[in-house]
């Protein structure tokens, strides 16, 4: 492999315990899914530093609505290999962006030509405008490549729905129209490459990776939680299945079980109707990782409902379902379009996505025994840690920016 001795890596990342701190201190919690998704990315490449040397520049995923706080201005860190550097802000709407922008545009200008372009190249987040845009401008005026990762295709985000009708129809004009200016791609799904890449650059399909340090974390029947615990984490919307999912579980009538559930959305404020409707049923609103994580070991089955009949599905990957399997606890999923092939020996599928055969399939895998749903779960954790680690991701990803 050629080495490529400089990555930048521009998203709206934080280190660990710097999301942490934001998320104990914000109203409204900064997405952690995208958060862990980029951080695993960027630790795949850090475990690459023969060949390259990583910095992440991140815009502090904080909003007017979620923090009172209006200056932030956070130091560098760095953590293991991993240097992560923050676009300071005034958190004050239309302030916040043009901002965050004009600080971007330097310090990438000013990046790119300390020491010389030569084997430099940016990977950015296509979803975080600000930061991305104006890194896209100053490297076109250096002259660096620049690869967008797409994780998601933007007319169909649903945390967008929170927005203005005018705010969203804005941002989603703005990212297609930089969309096509990237020298490369990192998309999710292939049936992305058709939207966003109309001048049909090089691009390669990464549906999601694990963090390889879960090798190290056993998923023993004797850790197991007492009663039978389906878990379901992310974000509670109708549209991702999650009130099917609440009507087939319902139907169950076995005492032992228990649905529980994590993630923030606008069903949060029905669950405590659900909960009273039944008992078994427990909601636990937003919590970090790391914890969802130790649930995720302790359960019997994981879910992931949503509808595969949905555009979006066409788009996406749930990060979700890699930290799922990756956890050794098995998952029932729908047969989502963008799902290779190659992962469905490893899960159980809902193929009637109706209440009715959400609930037979439940009634089914419950039927089986505890070892054979570990062993299960366990030969799905050795599929992703064999060929879905971030290491390995990383290493794909490397080979193709060369080619960039």
Not at 192 to 197: A, D, G, I, L, P
Not at 329 to 349: A, I, N
């Amino acid at each position: 492999m050629k080495p490529i001795k400089k990555i930048l890596y521009v998203s709206s990342l934080c280190s660990p315990q710097t999301l942490v701190d934001i998320f104990k201190i914000s109203k409204i919690k900064p997405p952690l899914a995208i958060q862990k998704f980029h951080r695993l990315l960027v630790e795949g490449f850090s475990f690459q530093s023969e060949f390259c040397s990583i910095e992440s520049l991140g815009a502090i995923p904080v909003t007017p609505a979620s923090h009172k706080k209006r200056i932030w201005i956070l130091p560098a860190e760095v953590v293991g290999k991993i240097k992560y550097t923050y676009v300071p802000l005034i958190n004050v709407p239309v302030i916040k962006n043009t901002g965050v922008f004009l600080y971007s545009f330097f310090k990438v200008v000013f990046w790119g030509l300390g020491g010389g372009t030569k084997d430099k190249i940016v990977v950015c987040d296509i979803l975080a405008l600000s930061i991305t845009a104006a890194t896209l401008l100053a490297c076109k005026v250096i002259r660096i490549k620049t690869v967008a990762i797409v994780t998601d295709m933007p007319h169909l985000m649903v945390d967008n729905l929170r927005q203005s009708r005018l705010v969203r129809k804005l941002f989603n004009r703005l990212v297609v129209m930089f969309m096509c200016s990237y020298d490369g791609y990192i998309l999710l799904t292939e049936q992305m490459n058709e939207c966003v890449n109309i001048q049909n650059k090089p691009y390669i399909v990464m549906e999601g990776l694990v963090d390889t340090n879960m090798v190290g974390t056993s998923n023993v029947l004797e850790k197991k939680n007492t009663k039978k615990i389906l878990l379901y984490a992310g974000g509670i919307h109708e549209k991702y299945g999650i009130l099917t999912l609440i009507e087939a579980f319902m139907r169950l009538r076995a005492n032992d079980i228990r649905l529980h559930i994590y993630g923030p959305g606008p069903m949060a404020k029905k669950m405590p109707r659900y909960m009273e409707l039944d008992q078994r049923i427990v909601y636990y609103g937003t919590v970090l990782n790391k914890e969802v994580v130790e649930k995720e070991l302790e359960a019997t089955l994981l879910i992931n409902p949503r509808p595969s009949t949905e555009e979006l599905t066409l788009y996406s990957f749930p990060s979700k379902n890699m930290e799922y399997m990756v956890s050794g606890t098995p998952l029932l999923t729908t047969p989502l379009p963008g799902m290779p092939d190659e992962y469905k020996q490893y899960v159980y599928l809902f193929y009637d996505e109706s209440t009715e055969g959400m609930h037979q399939i439940l009634r089914t895998i419950l039927a089986k025994s505890d070892e054979v749903l570990n062993e299960f779960g366990n030969r799905a954790k050795q599929f992703v840690l064999m060929y879905k680690s971030n290491d390995i991701q990383a290493r794909r990803i490397l080979c193709f920016l060369e080619k960039i």
